[in-house]
T-cell receptor, first 114, second 112 residues
């Protein structure tokens, strides 16, 4: 079974530029998550999708971050404009329908904002 | 807001030693998960504990969920260099709060 795919793996941009990340979840997983992991911290949930609907985006900085999952499969996360404090690893995870919400993570995209 | 505190934050030991890491909260969780994350990779699920007082073993790793479902521990016996990584606990809220909350993790280094 293929795992969660993410691209790019690394991205370096200047502040105020835009950037987009892509995620393809495990086939059949209805729920998709985007997390931000700053160095030395645990993952922080940015947004959760159930199929193509948003379940939780309470911690997404909506003035600069946006995400979509148009067909209920793959997803993109965009930052526009980027700030220095956005430097982090952006993790995508998916989970099947289940009581314990066990999540399967992709390798992440390491973003550096200069 | 449900918070999970992990300790120690960093741990460096020699191969063959035993260790325990802790995950504590003032909140009750319906279940708790442990993940291991290696450099440049995403977290990988190790175990889910559900029942207060539950103990699960995964080879040399022993996981325990506190009786009150507010805390958990991970014990590794005879650590090996391959155990090196960031160990994250994540609690699942109960009721309508169906969200995983992650701790900051314990960074374990096992030296050969």
């Amino acid at each position: 079974e293929a795992g969660v795919a993410q691209s790019p793996r690394y991205k370096i941009i200047e502040k105020r530029q835009s950037v987009a990340f892509w995620c393809n979840p495990i086939s059949g997983h209805a729920t998709l998550y985007w997390y931000q992991q700053i160095l030395g911290q645990g993952p922080k949930l940015l947004i959760q999708f159930q199929n193509n609907g948003v379940v939780d985006d309470s911690q997404l900085p909506k003035d600069r971050f946006s995400a979509e999952r148009l067909k209920g499969v793959d997803s993109t996360l965009k930052i526009q404009p980027a700030k220095l404090e956005d430097s982090a690893v952006y993790l995508c995870a998916s989970s099947p329908s289940g009581v314990y919400n066990e999540q399967f993570f992709g390798p992440g995209t390491r973003l550096t904002v200069l | 807001t449900q918070l999970l505190e992990q300790s120690p934050q960093f741990l460096s030991i020699q191969e063959g030693e035993n260790l325990t890491v802790y995950c504590n909260s003032s909140s009750v969780f319906s279940s708790l998960q442990w993940y291991r994350q290696e450099p440049g990779e995403g977290p990988v699920l190790l175990v889910t504990v559900v029942t207060g007082g539950e103990v699960k073993k995964l080879k040399r790793l022993t996981f325990q969920f506190g009786d009150a479902r507010k805390d958990s521990s991970l014990h590794i016996t005879a650590a090996q260099p391959g155990d090196t990584g960031l160990y994250l606990c994540a609690g699942l809220g109960g009721g309508s709060n169906y969200k995983l909350t992650f701790g900051k993790g314990t960074l374990l280094t096992v030296n050969p």
